[in-house]
């Protein structure tokens, strides 16, 4: 690969924060290698400036890292990845990189770092805050480290032995030692926000409030929140900063999306929905409708691109999901897979606009046309060109026929077109 297409600015602006309180380079990195670096033990400037000096250097050298292979799948099918998305916060532009890279403001430091071994004396402006996992949905896709309702479920079905531990922003000296790093950070740009359901984690609010009396409201604040709760005295803190990013976790308006997204009413979430979407009028606020497409979503998720045309709003995934494996698009038979392909690109010959050159900043509302194309696209090229991993089905067969018996609910009921290739897996 050449260096345009690995080299990525975020481990010099951006870290994350885990539930557990770990530390890592990347919110968009898929951590291969256990981290043993905590904020219980080591402050957050400690690992940024020196603990992520081999990453660095390794992208300054041309390779890329283990951890990135999420961003390099994204690339692959023509899907915005993180790392475009990181490198224009510091000027670097994928359609002109050379150039643009040389006259970013960043370069003096990328030029520290390749002379010291990687150090920067950078604080980082950049986070992914993840808060824990309280949370009052089971998605089906989820997993018991970022929903305490379906580590529950998993306890009790068997498939953990023991429930994950409490978040470290429980823990009242944690959560100002980490708050204090934000309040002495220089030029904080943006803080993203994860749970767990944020809206009903209580250290979301004593964070935004600290923030507001240290008088750093000139960050960017975003989280996701699931479209289940509505907070007045939480918007209000919100209100008080400049730029507020919103993403709404929903995965189609289709019914089956209450079997997805477990226990909600997706009539009740298309209210609170359009809610959203008239404060971000009110205020001023981006919203981003963030979508997780699965074997179980992918033929539905055109009416959300629907949506989100009508409404002038964003609509994107963070990632190709990876994990649980049998939950990928990928699993689905041939045949299936082709009506999905049809279907989507049914909708771009009928709404799109496809951009003369890819659209990494999706944050541009005179662009959204194009880039829900580009989006929609990005699935019509990973169904077209992932690997069959319909050998995955009885795993997938074997893990919702055990959450239904907890549930009493059918994935029959609400897919009844899948119940052929089902059966012969197994249901």
């Not at 970013?104 to 986070?127: A, H, I, M, R």
């Not at 823990?171 to 943006?190: A, G, M």
């Amino acid at each position: 690969m050449k260096f345009s297409d690995t080299f990525c600015s975020s481990p010099w602006i951006h870290m994350r924060i885990d539930n557990q309180g770990n530390y890592y380079f990347c919110r968009f990195a898929d951590p291969v290698n256990e981290r043993i670096h905590n904020i219980k033990d080591m402050d957050p400037a400690t690992f940024f400036q020196h603990y992520m000096s081999d990453v660095r250097m390794q992208l300054l050298n041309g390779h890329s890292p283990v951890d990135c292979a999420s961003c390099l799948l994204q690339d692959e099918h023509g899907k915005v990845s993180g790392r475009k998305k990181q490198l224009i916060k510091t000027g670097v532009m994928d359609q002109n990189f050379e150039k643009s890279l040389a006259s970013s403001p960043w370069v003096p430091k990328f030029t520290e770092s390749l002379n010291n071994n990687g150090y920067t004396d950078q604080l980082p402006v950049d986070w992914q805050i993840d808060l824990g996992n309280y949370c009052n949905s089971a998605c089906v896709f989820c997993i018991p480290r970022f929903s305490s309702r379906i580590a529950l479920e998993f306890k009790k079905l068997g498939f953990i032995d023991e429930l994950p531990a409490n978040s470290w922003c429980n823990d009242p000296v944690l959560l100002d030692k980490f708050v204090s790093v934000l309040e002495n950070t220089p030029n904080l740009k943006y803080l993203h926000f994860l749970g767990g359901e944020t809206l009903i984690t209580p250290a979301f609010k004593t964070i935004l409030q600290r923030l507001i009396a240290a008088g750093k409201t000139e960050a960017t604040i975003g989280f996701t929140t699931n479209l289940t709760i509505w907070d007045d005295e939480t918007i209000e803190l919100l209100a008080q900063f400049h730029n507020v990013n919103v993403g709404l976790s929903i995965e189609t308006l289709n019914n089956v999306n209450d079997y997805i997204r477990y226990p909600i009413n997706t009539n009740k979430a298309k209210v609170l929905l359009d809610k959203w979407v008239e404060y971000s009028h009110r205020y001023g606020w981006l919203i981003q409708i963030r979508i997780t497409p699965t074997i179980l979503s992918i033929l539905h998720i055109t009416d959300l691109y629907d949506y989100a045309l009508k409404n002038n709003t964003i609509l994107e995934a963070c990632n190709f999901i990876r994990d649980p494996d049998f939950m990928r698009p990928s699993v689905l038979p041939m045949e299936h897979r082709k009506h999905a392909i049809e279907k989507l690109q049914t909708w771009i010959n009928a709404n799109g606009q496809m951009p003369d050159s890819a659209i990494i900043n999706t944050r541009n509302p005179d662009t959204i046309r194009e880039f829900l194309s580009q989006d929609c696209q990005s699935y019509v090229n990973y169904l077209k060109n992932q690997p069959d991993e319909s050998h995955l089905l009885p795993k997938l067969v074997e893990y919702i026929k055990k959450l239904e018996q907890n549930r009493n609910n059918t994935i029959l009921d609400y897919l009844p077109e899948y119940e052929n290739f089902l059966r012969s897996a197994g249901y």
